[in-house]
């Protein structure tokens, strides 16, 4: 299911890939297909796939904050959690992420301590370069993103608190936080679910949610 739902009164939108799509041209349900490069999307067994047999390029499906929020940007307060990971073949060549705005969060599924970076979702820019996680994201394995936006109360500093927990490893977690200006994130107007980088395995995604309450979940 996809939508705005009531959950013990937390405001969520909430998309479970329930509808099979075999090859995604445009639109998604409420998502918009992007991509820099001839490749293929879909939606297979419950799963986003966006695939990697393709030179260097970006994909992604993005839900804007007007089909999340019905405004045109995302509120002061939220949580986007999605869950996520990608094939072995091409393994630190290409990575997976969800971006917020034009902030791009990721990490390299089966590379060695994951390479976790911010980066800027248009021009590539190392936001912040590759940090070694506190363990490897195992490749063909969903590992769970959550990030956690919020902005500094008093200033105008935005907070975004980021938690990779190890779908191999119950309990492991990798946490970073990451702080710019609102003029350096740009508009918080839309979520993203992301591949990008050179031929090597699929993309991954199970489920994406986004908490609209400000409450902040562990």
């Given amino acids: 299911e996809t939508g705005l739902l009531l959950m013990s009164y937390r405001l969520v939108f909430e998309e479970t890939f329930a509808e099979r799509a075999d090859s995604i041209k445009g639109r998604y349900r409420q998502f918009q297909y992007e991509c820099t490069v001839p490749s293929r999307a879909s939606v297979r067994g419950g799963r986003l796939v966006l695939d990697g047999g393709h030179d260097e390029g970006d994909q992604r499906l993005v839900v804007t904050a007007d089909a999340v929020a019905g405004s045109k940007v995302l509120p002061e307060r939220f949580s986007v959690t999605a869950k996520l990971g990608g094939g072995a073949d ?27 970076r911010v980066e800027d979702v248009h021009t590539h820019e190392y936001l912040v370069p590759n940090r070694q996680m506190t363990f490897t994201p195992a490749a063909g394995v969903l590992h769970e993103m959550t990030i956690h936006a919020s902005r500094d109360e008093g200033s105008d500093r935005l907070i975004f608190d980021v938690i990779v927990s190890d779908g191999a490893d119950p309990g492991a977690k990798y946490t970073f936080r990451y702080e710019c200006t609102a003029k350096e994130s740009g508009k918080l107007d839309r979520v993203g679910l992301e591949r990008s980088g050179r031929r090597g395995g699929a993309a991954l995604f199970d489920w994406l949610l986004i908490d609209l309450s400000g409450k902040k979940q562990n």
């Fill in 90 to 116: 091409g393994s630190g060549g290409y990575h997976v992420g969800v971006s917020v705005g034009r902030l791009k969060f990721l990490f390299h599924p089966g590379h060695h301590r994951g390479g976790f």
